[in-house]
């Protein structure tokens, strides 16, 4: 297995240095030049009933300048007094005008300076709101599907568990790329932004409490450290991982990798079979592809079911397991299906439909 260059271990101390933020799915804001002009126009209309409030009792102030005030002169005023700026040119001398000083354009003035500093308000809400969501996420996630790596694979994969019945809410992502977390975010997953071969990273997508594992990195020495320190922190996990290069896949699973696909050769077996048979290889296709035409499942053995042969039963079996192996629908020591035997089993796909808590879909 191929050590990475310099290059690489750059790049990895680039990704050290990215902040580990746990990003949660949320619904789309509004875009920020609109909540900017939002705000200015209602601080515009403050501004301008204020200066109409104080000219409709014009007869209540006073201008040091010439004794009158006008409709300038009320807008002047309402200028400087919600600004908190009050050169004193212009006062309150009516006991109503000093009334509404107090009930009316104080208020005005507060509403307008929440305003003013509303964007740092609203930062300061925001990453209360943020934390206190996160730490509710936190204390709720058990049992959960951690994703590591967002490409292509890692897409692919999680949005196979997510046809089983599988809940959004229920799937972590981590990428080095905030890119790839931006996009796994806006899909309704909740993402983690960090380098996953660092057991903080991997802790902060809370990993020791998963129930599977799935690694999909471009990098087959990537796979293995990532598959070394996921098992290191959770023992019971069910981890499955891809890799490029066959030879590599002895390696992962002496990692603690409890399933390993190679991409790479399965791709080319497949383009194989195409030459071959253009209609095998469509089939083929069609088994992997879920919620669509034929699916793989596997589901327990019912009690109608035991006693019977593998071809007896109503769906088409392909395979038993039977403890720790798996047998052909054909071996001849499976004989009778027993109450503990799992079927895998093709069936027709049923849009939209979701597989039933106790069977998993194969692909």
């Avoid at 009320?74 to 009930?103: E, K, M, Q």
């Avoid at 999909?216 to 890799?243: F, Y």
Wanted: glycine content about 8%.
């Amino acid at each position: 297995m191929k050590l990475p260059g310099h290059d690489a271990i750059a790049r990895q101390a680039d990704e050290h240095l990215v902040t580990h933020r746990v990003k949660l799915p949320r619904t789309v804001v509004e875009r920020p030049i609109r909540q900017v002009a939002k705000r200015v126009a209602i601080a515009l209309l403050v501004l301008v009933g204020t200066a109409l409030i104080v000219y409709a009792d014009r007869d209540g102030y006073t201008d040091n300048s010439d004794g009158s005030v006008d409709l300038l002169d009320a807008f002047y005023y309402a200028t400087v007094t919600l600004s908190t700026t009050g050169y004193g040119d212009i006062t309150p001398v009516s006991d109503v005008a000093r009334f509404t000083n107090i009930f009316v354009i104080t208020p005005l003035r507060v509403l307008f300076l929440i305003i003013l500093v509303g964007t740092t308000l609203e930062v300061l809400t925001e990453r209360t709101r943020e934390e206190w969501r996160q730490n509710r996420w936190r204390a709720a996630l058990r049992d959960h599907t951690v994703v590591i790596g967002f490409g292509t694979k890692g897409r692919s994969a999680v949005q196979t568990v997510c046809v089983t019945g599988l809940k959004k809410e229920q799937v972590v992502v981590v990428d080095p790329s905030a890119k790839a977390v931006e996009a796994a975010t806006a899909e309704g997953y909740a993402g983690v932004i960090g380098d996953a071969t660092r057991s903080d990273v991997l802790l902060r997508a809370e990993l020791q409490k998963a129930r599977q594992i799935i690694i999909a990195t471009q990098r087959d020495d990537t796979a293995v450290l990532v598959t070394l320190t996921a098992r290191q922190l959770n023992r019971t996990a069910k981890i499955v991982a891809a890799v490029r290069e066959e030879e590599n896949a002895p390696l992962l699973k002496q990692s603690g990798a409890d399933a390993v696909i190679t991409s790479a050769s399965a791709a080319g077996r497949l383009l194989g079979l195409s030459v071959l048979s253009p209609a095998a290889g469509m089939v083929m296709e069609d088994l992997i592809q879920q919620g669509s035409g034929l699916d793989i499942v596997e589901r327990p053995v019912i009690k109608a079911e035991v006693g019977k042969g593998p071809r007896e039963t109503d769906d088409l079996v392909v395979s038993v397991v039977r403890g720790h192996r798996v047998l052909g629908y054909d071996d001849p020591s499976i004989g009778e299906l027993q109450i503990a035997d799992r079927l895998i089993t093709i069936v027709r796909a049923t849009p939209g439909a979701h597989v039933a808590p106790d069977a998993r879909k194969l692909t």
